[in-house]
């Protein structure tokens, strides 16, 4: 397939006004035909844009790359005119809660909505989608629904980003309420706790068992070394990743002697710096940091502009009943128990963060999605602009968003970068995301096709069920481009 793509496209190069009409075309090919035509093209493996792209797609996969002018549209193929736009690989949210929309006081929320999360995820995963993210990394929740909520998404009865998943996550004990923090035995169902090697190795096994993605620990400074080692031995033998949280080098020792995929939460705490020693173990051991900087910045933001909490996405998106509560829960946000002490502990974020990307440790982009004032619809977005505040490239930005989380779920293979074979998970945005990071804010996020479907875009009703989410007729085809691909019926392709 892709020897005759090639072949097909040296025969069509150095004419433009051959791009739809020469002879050595696609025939024959099953239904199912997409090609992205026009628009910059940001591929994911940090090169110069692509100008005047064009990306042709035959059921979940990608099948070539080019150009106008060098690449023919198949007969019949559905068209998508991007020209103005920017096409890039679909996001991928590294740490995200889909149990939780936003919600300001767990002790309150976690009680309330017993019962309810698969209803509630699945609103949290249309979010995510809808915002551009075709992957996201779901890090604590209830086992049995994570798992179906998965796998409704896989089986195309429900429309989200494709998820991994860790299920509940495995700790020595629950804190001890002592009237100032949360009540975490609200959360009991969330957070499983381990009693001795044995218990740590039942656990383990019970979630891999139950099917899960990625195994998630914290504490770890207080779970023993036995405790640690035979969790990470089950996830080994199972061929599964780590995600905890380590702050101090104690425990960023132990995380290295787990051989754990990533640390989450990186960049928190109120030490100025990172000691060289947690360094130097995060990088030698090739741990990718997860750094939430929007869990950790996300009370300045809204200080700065209270009016987001207003934004009416929430409220379309969420049952009235939850969106009044939820709205309700933050009216008094400065004075919530989740972010005391934030502005100390939010100082030396940006510094720390920095610290990490310049010292080589691989970060990607993991917001936190669904905790207090956190929303699914912006988080990843949110994130991308902080990291481009704090000094990194954005072209670097946009492979801690696509690149690096597939390398770190041994998934490169499928996703990350728009090249032939890869699943097709695309996202076409108005704006350049190389110069503002708004440009992938809900609104501008135009077209979403995640493993070669679209869900989102002109005519596409984001409401109906997955399987009814195929795009209809009236996107133009291949035939209403009969002389040149830039001459496809723009109006069809704008919102």
């Given at each position: 397939m892709k020897g005759y793509l090639r072949a097909c496209a040296l025969l069509g190069m150095g004419t433009v006004a051959l791009v739809s009409s020469f002879p050595c075309s696609l025939e024959g090919q099953a239904p199912g035909q997409l090609a992205i035509v026009g628009g910059m093209l940001i591929d994911g493996q940090e090169g110069v844009p692509?100008?005047?792209?064009?990306?042709?797609?035959?059921?979940?996969?990608?099948?070539?790359?080019?150009?106008?002018?060098?690449?023919?549209?198949?007969?019949?193929?559905?068209v998508i005119d991007a020209n103005g736009l920017t096409v890039m690989p679909g996001l991928n949210e590294a740490h995200a809660h889909l149990i939780v929309v936003g919600h300001g006081v767990y002790d309150e929320y976690f009680p309330r909505y017993m019962g309810r999360w698969r209803e509630i995820m699945e609103i949290s995963a249309r979010q995510l989608l809808m915002a551009g993210v075709t992957t996201a990394r779901d890090l604590g929740a209830p086992l049995e629904d994570a798992i179906w909520v998965r796998d409704e998404i896989n089986s195309g009865r429900m429309v989200g980003p494709r998820l991994f998943v860790s299920g509940p996550f495995l700790q020595k004990s629950l804190p001890v309420p002592r009237g100032t923090g949360y009540d975490y035995r609200t959360q009991a169902f969330v957070r499983w706790t381990v009693d001795?090697?044995?218990?740590?190795?039942?656990?383990?096994?019970?979630?891999?068992?139950?099917?899960?993605?990625?195994?998630?620990?914290?504490?770890?400074?207080?779970?023993?070394?036995?405790?640690?080692?035979?969790?990470?031995g089950e996830a080994h033998r199972a061929g599964l990743h780590m995600a905890v949280h380590a702050g101090s080098v104690g425990e960023v020792r132990a995380a290295a002697e787990m051989g754990v995929?990533?640390?989450?939460?990186?960049?928190?705490?109120?030490?100025?710096?990172?000691?060289?020693?947690?360094?130097?173990?995060?990088?030698?051991?090739?741990?990718?940091?997860?750094?939430?900087?929007?869990?950790?910045?996300?009370?300045?933001?809204?200080?700065?502009?209270?009016?987001?909490?207003?934004?009416?996405q929430l409220k379309s998106d969420l049952p009235s009943d939850i969106y009044e509560d939820v709205r309700g829960s933050l009216d008094h946000f400065s004075r919530?128990?989740?972010?005391?002490?934030?502005?100390?502990?939010?100082?030396?974020?940006?510094?720390?963060?920095?610290?990490?990307y310049e010292n080589g440790v691989r970060l990607v982009i993991g917001t936190d999605s669904g905790t207090p004032m956190n929303f699914h619809y912006e988080s990843t977005w949110q994130e991308m602009d902080l990291f481009v505040r704090y000094g990194i490239p954005p072209i670097k930005v946009?492979?801690?968003?696509?690149?690096?989380?597939?390398?770190?779920?041994?998934?490169?293979?499928?996703?990350?970068?728009?090249?032939?074979?890869?699943l097709a998970d695309i996202i076409v945005v108005n704006g350049n995301p190389l110069r503002n990071m708004s440009a992938l804010q809900q609104n501008n996020v135009i077209h979403v096709i995640k493993g070669g479907v679209q869900y989102k875009g002109p005519g596409i009703d984001p409401t109906r069920p997955v399987s009814d989410a195929t795009p209809r007729r009236d996107h133009p085809t291949s035939a209403d481009c009969a002389v040149d691909a830039r001459s496809c019926t723009r109006a069809q392709s704008r919102p």
């Open positions: 692509i100008q005047n792209s064009v990306i042709l797609v035959e059921g979940d996969r990608i099948t070539h790359v080019g150009t106008v002018s060098d690449t023919g549209i198949p007969p019949g193929a559905r001795g090697p044995e218990d740590a190795t039942r656990k383990a096994r019970q979630l891999i068992d139950a099917g899960v993605d990625v195994i998630k620990v914290i504490q770890l400074g207080q779970l023993t070394r036995a405790e640690r080692m035979a969790i990470a995929g990533s640390i989450e939460h990186m960049g928190g705490g109120r030490n100025p710096l990172y000691p060289e020693e947690s360094l130097r173990l995060i990088a030698e051991n090739r741990i990718v940091a997860s750094v939430t900087s929007l869990v950790s910045k996300v009370y300045d933001i809204t200080t700065e502009y209270p009016e987001r909490l207003d934004n009416q919530l128990n989740y972010f005391s002490g934030a502005k100390d502990a939010n100082r030396h974020h940006p510094a720390k963060v920095r610290q990490l946009i492979s801690m968003a696509t690149r690096y989380p597939a390398l770190l779920y041994s998934e490169f293979d499928d996703l990350g970068t728009i090249e032939p074979d890869k």
